[in-house]
């Protein structure tokens, strides 16, 4: 039987900006109109039939039929529809483009879409359709748990969490030139230039795409910013004037990505003084409805699986599926954080089962200079684990606290992580990023495609550039990203900006020093426009093998131990983080200020994943779609932080630097999820809300097999929705 329902809250969509912005806009873009997405309002079926119920004068009206290209969000598969035709897969896919130059006869258009129900898949652990499997061996798994003395297991699971940047997503497409010009809020100008290349196929011989300023993306501009502008595109192709989409916050949180839920299952073996001897970890993420960038979140996720330790004999496998739900994709940490809270709590559960103390158990596996990873990386002299791990201990008097806090009511726990710099294996081979370097009448100017959303990016490329050069910080000047006149230097995500994107620049600055006569004006002035340009070269002897996930998953890794300090409260269950320390080595900090606001915010980012931000899905759709019901910390919820930056260089970044962007967001969970332990609770999923902490005083069953050893077996939890 058809059912029939309206699009999803008809003022979903809609622009909220204030008078004096349109008033800006329709200056800049005259006769701009306004974008509305119509969307599904059930979770899985097929559409029977859509009626406009209403005056179609002034009215541009898209579908399916009107895409000249393919109808394909172009990523790494090309399985989401721009627009649904005949399939739904998830709630608030989009279906029909409307715009108009009033938003009141926007916002009274009236559509109905009929339906034939099917019924949803919404348990990650039910589905069949995987969207990538991978699998991480080393060693011999049968031999390593043959000589273990002691072997536990243990179930893990993360939620889903949503990105909240202050600015939601926002673009405006305008006829130029014949051809199209699409301004708006993102990370990654070129990803959303493919995409529309695909989408309009030869319909528009023009196309640029232009980074607008951004208030924030954390991933949720990665990838999804080529959904609206495709949106945005299609209605000012068909309508032949400017059209701009802004989504309201509800419209944002309901139909955008978010990070992948997850359920992680560990059984380790060791030796009875705590020594890694095999390790078998299996990882299953929630994709959602269709596969985005899925293989690549999956992808960090395992190679992060075994944490900042050494175990000769492991094996790894992930798998990331489809659910009848909206995509998952991009966040801060791209799997990492989901693989590294699994793997932190359960070391502290074989700390607490062998009777030893957590640090000297974290220090007698941590990865060394020389050690080799879960991929038969070796590691150079730039690894950090023990002094990070041996600093976060002297500086909080950890051992001490602990002791103090036991059956207080308080506890303190810490995590020790890791986060690979740059693009997995051969991804930056594939980019092949290329970032260029030109002089001006008063000065030089940097030309690359990476985007400022708020993390400093101008700033840290200026500074590398000045420094390289030897000229005065003013003097150096950042191009608007705009793909008709930077070249593509790869997408603002992994970080890789500052190391990779950097480096390039550095050869760049360093190669036009050599070259320059006089000042960079003057040599501009006297024999016109010096323009270099370095593409993206692979450091010697580094390999991988994409087919079976061995070598050098990444030239190098940024390292960090996380203190945390909780309170709980015997009544409410409220959580509150007394203290957070915080200290991290990502090679040289270029602009220490900034460098250490990355941290306090992918703390404070962290700290909310883990006890606050819960994503409630009902039928398979986001039930609490605004910040009255989905919180986040505010200034009154974030702890008092110490922030310490440990120095060791990579030859390979300029001037010694890392990547600093996801690394702080890998730790906080586990530690304050650890500390609640050393409190007498036993938390094995986030966020731990009041509700889950009033269910987790039990502690965990132990049992002895018939071979001496011990097995943990934690009870299986479903991915919190």
Known sequence: MAAVGSSV????????????????????FPGMLIGRTVRSTIPRGRITGISLDFDHAGFTVVDHRDIPGENTIALIEKDQPCLASDVVRHAAEPILLLAHESREALVAANVRIGYEREEPLYDPTRAEQVFKHILIEKGNLERGF???????????????????????NGVIAVPENGGLALHGSMQCPYYVLKALKVLLGGAVKHLRVVQTETGGGFGGKEE?????????????LKSGRPVKILYDRGEDMVATTKRHPSIV??????????????????VLMDGGAYCTLSPVVLSRGVIHAAGPYRCANTRIEGRVVMTNTPPNGAFRGFGAPQTQFAMEVHMDRIAETLGIDPVTLRLRNALKPGDTTATGQKLAADTSAVEVLREAVKRTGFKRKRAKLAGSGRGIGLALFYHGAGFTGSGEVMLGSRAGLETTPTGVRILVANTEIGQ?????????????????????????????????????????????????????????????????????????????????????????????????????????????????DPVTHEVRVAKFTAVQEFGRPIHPAMAQGQVEGGSAQGLGWALL???????????????????????LDTPPMDIVMLENHFAGGPFGAKGVGELPIDGPAPAVVNA????????????????VLAASRAPCSWTASRSSRVSCRAPRRKAPR
């Open 9 to 28: 809250a008809r003022k979903e969509g809609m622009d909220r900006a204030t008078g004096a912005a349109k008033y800006a806009d329709d200056l800049r």
């Open 146 to 168: 043959a000589r273990a003395e002691v072997v536990l297991e243990g179930t893990y699971a993360t939620g889903a969490q949503e990105h909240v940047y202050i600015e939601t």
């Open 224 to 236: 999804y910013p080529s959904m609206i502008a495709a949106h945005a595109c299609l209605l000012a």
């Open 265 to 282: 299952r560990h059984k380790t073996g060791l030796t009875r003084d705590g020594r890694l001897a095999a390790m078998e970890v299996e």
């Open 456 to 568: 400093g990016t101008r700033t840290m490329l200026a500074q590398i550039v000045a420094d390289s050069l030897g000229v005065a910080y003013e003097s150096v000047e950042v191009a608007q990203p705009d793909t008709s006149v930077v070249p593509d230097s790869g997408p603002t995500v992994a970080s890789r900006t500052c190391m990779v994107v950097g480096g390039l620049l550095e050869r760049c600055a360093q190669k036009m020093r050599a070259q320059l006569q006089g000042s960079p004006a003057e040599h501009h002035l006297r024999h016109g426009r010096l323009h270099i340009e370095e593409q993206y070269e692979a450091p010697p002897g580094r390999q991988w093998d994409d087919k079976t996930y061995r070598g050098d998953a990444y030239a190098t890794y940024a390292w960090g131990c996380d203190v945390a300090e909780v309170a709980v």
């Open 613 to 635: 931000e819960n994503v409630v899905m009902r039928d398979g759709a986001m039930a609490n779609a605004q910040l009255t019901n989905y919180v986040i910390p505010t200034t």
């Open 676 to 691: 609640l332990r050393h409190a007498g609770l036993d938390v094995r999923s986030i966020p731990a809300t009041p509700e």
